[in-house]
């Protein structure tokens, strides 16, 4: 069996947190709770003191603010309003005020974000919906990051790059501007349907994904994103993420087409209480099929008629080897090769390290393990084991080019590499 430590070939790209950039989110304000009087809110009360700003003093305080705001966001004026649209919902009392005070109530209950001020990791990978400006030989990939910016609090990043398997890669500079998405719908839960859309965004990488529903208060984490075709040819790209508010944690589907549009849907069933649910990219044998890790210990096999609806469930995979013994789970959903459906798996061994290995699942019949690697494939080196959370590597997702594979994975909870190999090479060091 040929050396695990030698399977991947690693790059010299690194894609670090900047605290530059920033999406801009409502900022709500509200009294203690024994403040708190009938009929006064502390918005009306912020409200009514911008509306008691003489006209040169609005014109001030707006230019400033407008002329802040325009250096790294687009279309601030039409943002304001919209959230002044929002505040003006919830005041206890109608106002009738002017466009430039509207725009500066929306100011007020507006605050920039930097969502990826401590950390950009846990990247997942997949095809661009666009391949025209592809290299020779290559593919253009879009990657989904794991910001974590101020309160601990976790948004989506996307950016775009270039791939020539066994030659080359590049990651694209992102813009210098974030777009906020518009949101339709207050809550994804019992089968309700929030639709996104960030249609300001130029550019992927200027769609910002932060918490926005209930469920996700403090966070949407580990995006695993998919290509998923269907049995009638249909493709669309789906993403399993984890949203958290702050006391649980639960899976939600992110679903759309082309980056600027996006639909989110919480998963239902006694199976959908896991972080770190993947789904295969195809069905099999008609039904959806998951990965999971219901127990927190081993990768888990789900099927459903219902690509919202898990129930049930075993164990494909569980702790065999020392740098698994806590604890087992997927590096993202499963790659379709000639011998089967490749899974990039992550282990948790002593001093709670992370490492990644792979296994290989049967092709007809994923429950069925057919082989893993002994040892791990990628583990935190000495020189870049430090970090947020230091000892750990992490994915969430791989991209495959034919036989060459494509492994973008997190570092120490803070930053992103990138490594490639082949399905030959991973096939070499399993058992």
């Known amino acids: 069996m040929a050396d695990a430590t030698a399977v991947l070939d690693h ?4 894609l670090r947190p900047d605290p530059a950039r920033t999406v801009v989110r409502p900022f709500e304000l509200d009294y203690p709770g024994k403040f708190r009087v009938a009929g006064h809110t502390r918005a009306q009360a912020v409200v009514d003191r911008i509306l008691s700003l003489d006209d040169a003093a ?35 009392a109608p106002i009738s005020p002017s466009d430039g005070q509207r725009r500066l109530i929306g100011a007020y ?26 290299p020779p030989g290559g593919v253009r990939f879009v990657l989904s990051l794991r910001g974590i910016g101020e309160g601990h609090v976790s948004s989506v990043a996307f950016r775009t790059g270039s791939w020539v398997p066994g030659e080359s890669l590049s990651v694209d500079s992102p813009s210098p501007v974030a777009v906020p998405p518009i949101i339709e719908g207050a809550s994804v839960d019992a089968g309700a349907v929030v639709h996104l859309h960030c249609g300001g965004a130029h550019d992927i990488s200027e769609t910002v994904l932060f918490p926005m529903l209930p469920s996700q208060l403090h966070g949407i984490e580990d995006v695993r994103m998919v290509l998923f075709t269907d049995d009638d040819g249909a493709t669309c790209y789906h993403a399993t993420y984890t949203a958290y508010n702050g006391a649980d944690a639960r899976p939600e589907l992110l679903s759309g087409r082309d980056f600027h549009s996006f639909e989110m849907r919480a998963l239902s069933g006694d199976a959908a209480g896991a972080k770190g649910m993947a789904l295969f ?4 044998g008609g039904q959806f099929v998951m990965l999971g890790r219901q127990d927190s210990e081993s990768i888990w096999l789900h099927r459903s008629d219902d690509i919202l609806h898990w129930d049930g469930g075993a164990k494909v995979v569980s702790p065999r080897y020392p740098w698994e013994f806590v604890q087992m789970g997927n590096c993202g959903s499963p790659i379709e090769v000639d011998e089967g459906w490749l899974v990039f798996t992550h282990g948790v061994g002593t001093v709670r390290n992370y490492c990644v290995g792979a296994c290989l699942l049967d092709k007809d019949d994923p429950s069925k393990l057919l082989a893993r690697t ?3 494939i990628l583990q935190p080196s000495p020189g870049e084991r430090d970090g947020y959370v230091p000892n750990v ?29 082949t399905v030959d090479r991973l096939l070499a060091v399993m058992e």
């Open 11 to 14: 790059y010299d790209i690194i």
């Open 281 to 284: 990219p195809r069905r099999i």
């Open 393 to 421: 590597v992490y994915s969430c997702g791989a991209l495959a080019v034919g036989r060459d594979i494509l492994l973008p994975f997190g570092v120490a909870d803070n930053f992103t590499a990138f490594a490639s190999t």
């Open 58 to 92: 609005l014109a001030a305080e707006l230019a400033q603010i407008v002329h802040s705001l325009d250096e790294r966001h687009r279309d601030v004026d039409a943002m304001l309003r919209r959230r002044y649209d929002e505040v003006a919902a919830l005041l206890p």
């Open 109 to 134: 209950f507006s605050a920039e974000f930097s969502y990826e001020a401590a950390a950009l990791f846990n990247p997942s990978a997949v095809l661009a919906p666009d391949q025209s400006n592809a």
């Open 374 to 376: 002994p040892e791990p």
